[in-house]
């Protein structure tokens, strides 16, 4: 069976630098957001993805997430998200940051939509 975390270990391992060098992460953005290296956009893809799973299952490995399906989609929301959003990004520099911001607000706007009240009915049983 094909885990998200056994798919990282194999997208890791096809990363020609470490999923924590962000400096490379954004010269790789650089290159090929000036078309410098029409290459670089399969590494900068291969990163992204790589930070994004990562960024979600070390939340659901904290208990952040409510369920077992959650990384998964929320994986998928914040990659569609940057791929459709990043040729906006401005400074090259800071696309790893940008990045990071979206996995973080994708994850808040999930756990405020998904967030359920409380009954009070609940609190007051004795």
Request: net charge positive; hydrophobic share 35%.
């Amino acid at each position: 069976m094909t885990t998200p975390s056994s798919h990282l270990r194999t997208v890791l391992d096809a990363l020609p630098f470490s999923v924590d060098d962000t400096d490379a992460a954004n010269e790789a953005f650089r290159r090929w957001k000036e078309g410098q290296d029409p290459t670089a956009g399969r590494t900068v893809d291969l990163w992204t993805y790589c930070y994004v799973c990562r960024y979600f299952l070390s939340k659901s490995s904290g208990d952040a997430l409510e369920s077992a399906a959650a990384p998964s989609e929320l994986i998928t929301r914040a990659y569609d998200k940057v791929r459709e959003k990043r040729d906006g990004v401005r400074n090259p520099d800071r696309y790893a940051n940008w990045v990071s911001v979206v996995c973080k607000n994708t994850f808040l706007n999930h756990a405020r939509r998904d967030r359920r009240p409380d009954s009070v009915t609940a609190e007051r049983a004795p």
